[in-house]
């Protein structure tokens, strides 16, 4: 039998704290919040009622509900108020010295049979327990952010936590309508053991100018589908939380230096840039604790705007290549209603891309998305061809070919040849350095990467990358040529893996390591990802996905390119890739896909 809890403690009503509280009382559970002071005291209540009022505007909670859930909640300043409660979550902020003076009075002031637990994200729980005279009866209970929505919670256990403690907060996780994965005490847990890598990348890219905070966050959510970009999700962590993390996890999980906090973040947080719930961070929000951004001096000028930066007009464009790329992207244009000369190397290939237009086309028209009409009106805007010389006079060349520098540098020099002046001229390579098939040219300012994505029909994010000879001009073309399209078009430097590889692979790498490392299943991995961070796919998922081939080559360039040593490739990778374990194209990856 399960231990019941009626009467749960939980200290701090900050970020998490409130949010716990909610999560217990929408439960039927009675909670007892405590704060350090009447102000705070105030203000986490405040938390709580603003949540529970969105919910119920939303239609999520009925008015009965709520008022049925605040009933069940009481107020105190002070530990003492905990005596004689059945569980307290400790959420105060992340510094080892203040939790363990807390457990050390919380181990003074309630029952003996009180299980304390703590939120901690990356401090050992371990060294928390032996503040008390029961470390047995402490755990870990971690909460994703924010929590009443967050369906993941990590259950840590520590060397001496009583196996009936973990069961009975399993338990509960289970009544609280939770997914828990147990797992054992290491900086960072699971989850944000693989996200504040990336999250620190991701802030390492806006203090080196590499792209701005927009173009990153919209990059990793529309290229990779996650519900919020890296640096809003900063905002909503909270800095000065995210930079303990990141400071305890770099201390704690040997010294990997993508874990030193950025010094960026040490400025923001001295200078009270606190994400949203101070109203400003990387963003600035309506108010302090509004979810609501507001233009500042940093927010980039509409696109209409952005017209004025001397963005060339663009009729006619030149899609060089044959693959699925190549395919994809003269659909695209095709139906944006551009003029297009797709050059293939013969006839024959010409006339299979022009079929695999046309199947791709009807599905549109078979499905309601696309009138016949305009079905007939974009196949009749593409000219076939099987020589570059028919690009001439077209304002725009997008090459698609096989990813060889010395085929792209070759092709790009015969387009310097024959395309007229001004011509943007744009490369859809993902991992080749775009400054290198530029400078094949006579005229690399007018040079551009543009990276689809692919099925590009479908996904709506273009990298626009722009090499150090890059005129500004033929960058606000690109990113014009993006927008006229129907697509978000992010720019950015011109480095390995551009936006989205560049922070993708390694936290796919990372995942790997730790199974490798036998932390946790790939299983629980998954889970975590996607219950604790709204991923839509796991990691393995993805690289099963993706091909583990590829997240091996890619891994590699970032390697070599940064020679960052927590990049170099997860051996586990390796070897399953030379074992011919691929993933969903060999039928096995890191799962088996045979039966599927
Ligand atoms: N922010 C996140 O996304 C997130 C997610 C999961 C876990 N966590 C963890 O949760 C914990 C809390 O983080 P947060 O982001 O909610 O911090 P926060 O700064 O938003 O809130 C901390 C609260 O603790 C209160 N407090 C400080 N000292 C206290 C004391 N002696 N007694 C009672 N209350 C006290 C503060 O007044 C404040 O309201 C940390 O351990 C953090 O690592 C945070």
Not at 470 to 499: H, M, Q, Y
Not at 581 to 594: A, N, P
Request: aromatic residues 6%; contains cysteine.
């Amino acid at each position: 039998m399960a231990r019941e809890f009626s009467t749960v403690g939980v200290v701090g009503l900050g970020t998490m704290g409130a949010g716990i509280v909610e999560v217990f009382a929408r439960n039927g559970i009675d909670v007892l919040a405590v704060e350090i002071s009447e102000s705070a005291l105030e203000r986490g209540r405040a938390i709580l009622t603003g949540s529970t009022d969105r919910a119920v505007a939303k239609g999520k909670l009925a008015e009965a509900d709520r008022d049925a859930l605040h009933e069940r909640v009481r107020f105190a300043v002070g530990l003492d108020a905990l005596h004689s409660v059945d569980l307290v979550i400790e959420a105060v902020p992340e510094h080892l010295d203040l939790k363990q003076r807390i457990f050390a009075e919380l181990d003074r002031v309630c029952r003996p049979d009180t299980i304390l637990a703590t939120n901690t994200s990356s401090l050992s729980v371990t060294e928390i327990s032996v503040a008390t005279t029961r470390p047995n009866q402490v755990i870990g209970i971690h909460f994703f952010n924010p929590a009443p929505v967050m369906k993941l919670v990590e259950v840590v256990r520590t060397v001496v936590t009583a196996p009936e403690v973990v069961a009975d907060v399993e338990a509960l996780c289970a009544r609280l309508g939770k997914v828990d994965v147990t797992i054992s005490d290491r900086a960072g847990f699971i989850a944000n053991a693989l996200l504040f890598g990336y999250l620190n990348h991701a802030v390492a890219m806006v203090e080196s100018h590499y792209a701005t905070r927009e173009d990153i966050d919209a990059a990793m959510k529309l290229g990779c589908g996650l519900p919020m970009g890296p640096l809003a999700l900063m905002d909503l962590i909270g800095l000065d939380t995210a930079y303990e993390i990141l400071d305890t996890m770099y201390r704690r999980g040997g010294r990997d230096r993508r874990h030193a906090p950025v010094p960026l973040l040490k400025q923001m947080v001295t200078a009270g840039l606190l994400g949203r719930k101070s109203g400003r961070g990387f963003y600035t929000y309506q108010r302090p604790g509004s979810p609501v951004v507001v233009p500042d001096e940093a927010t980039p000028p509409a696109a209409e705007a952005a017209l004025a930066d001397g963005a060339r007009a663009i009729t006619k464009v030149g899609i060089v290549g044959s693959g699925t790329m190549a395919t994809g992207i003269i659909e695209v244009f095709a139906k944006a209603g551009y003029e297009v000369v797709s050059v293939t190397r013969g006839a024959e290939k010409s006339a299979t891309v022009c079929e695999a237009v046309k199947t791709s086309l009807n599905k549109g028209v078979v499905r309601g998305k696309l009138a016949e009409a305009d079905r007939d009106a974009a196949l009749g805007r593409i000219s076939w061809s099987a020589t570059l010389d028919h690009l001439a006079d077209v304002d725009l060349v997008v090459e698609a070919v096989v990813e060889e520098l010395s085929v792209k540098k070759a092709l790009f020099a015969s387009l310097d040849e024959i395309c007229k002046p001004g011509v943007v001229l744009a490369t859809t390579t993902s991992s080749l350095p775009v400054v290198d098939v530029a400078m094949a040219t006579q005229r690399p300012a007018d040079v551009v990467g543009l990276h689809f994505f692919n099925p590009a029909p479908v996904m709506p994010l273009v990298e626009v990358v722009r090499t150090i000879r890059t005129s500004p001009e033929a960058t606000a073309t690109a990113r014009a040529v993006c927008a006229a399209l129907g697509k978000t078009g992010v720019v950015c430097g011109d480095r390995s893996g551009f936006i989205v590889n560049a922070l993708l692979f390694p936290y796919l790498n990372d995942a790997v390591k730790m199974l490798e490392a036998s932390y946790s299943t790939a299983d629980d991995i998954d889970h975590a990802m996607k219950l604790g961070c709204g991923y839509p796919m796991g990691p393995f998922e993805l690289l099963d996905v993706v091909g583990l081939d590829v997240a091996v080559a890619i891994q590699r360039e970032l390697y070599l390119e940064l020679r960052e040593p927590g990049f170099a490739p997860a051996p586990l990778l390796e070897h399953l890739v030379t074992a011919g374990y691929l993933g969903r194209k060999t039928r096995r990856g890191f799962r088996d896909h045979s039966h599927r």
